[in-house]
């Protein structure tokens, strides 16, 4: 097996969604967290493409849970907050 074969799973998710496939992205985003589950970034992909996707619930979710694992990632901070901010738009429209 690959040590940190979720830091792979990860930098794919990245690629994907660099290239739109968000789909792709989240698939990998969650790949990471199989593989490590402690680890934030993991959570944030997963949480960016999920946004992207309109997924707002789960979006929020996510960067939720990679703020359990390290509160005081400034990018989980600010993404969590435009989740929260466009599910609640959402949901008052």
């Known amino acids: 097996d690959i040590p940190e074969k979720f830091k792979i799973h990860s930098n794919r998710s990245a690629c994907f969604f660099q290239l739109?496939?968000?789909t792709e992205a989240l698939v990998e985003a969650t790949k990471a967290i199989k593989d490590?589950?402690?680890?934030s970034k993991g959570y944030f992909r997963a949480g960016r493409a999920?946004?992207?996707?309109?997924?707002?619930?789960?979006?929020?979710?996510?960067?939720?849970?990679?703020?359990?694992?390290?509160?005081?990632?400034?990018d989980l901070v600010?993404?969590?907050k435009k989740a929260r901010e466009v599910r609640n738009q959402q949901r008052q429209d």
């Open 50 to 74: 999920a946004l992207e996707m309109e997924y707002y619930d789960e979006a929020l979710e996510m960067f939720e849970k990679g703020l359990e694992k390290e509160p005081s990632n400034g």
């Open 20 to 22: 739109g496939k968000y």
């Open 36 to 39: 490590n589950r402690e680890w």
């Open 78 to 80: 600010i993404w969590a």
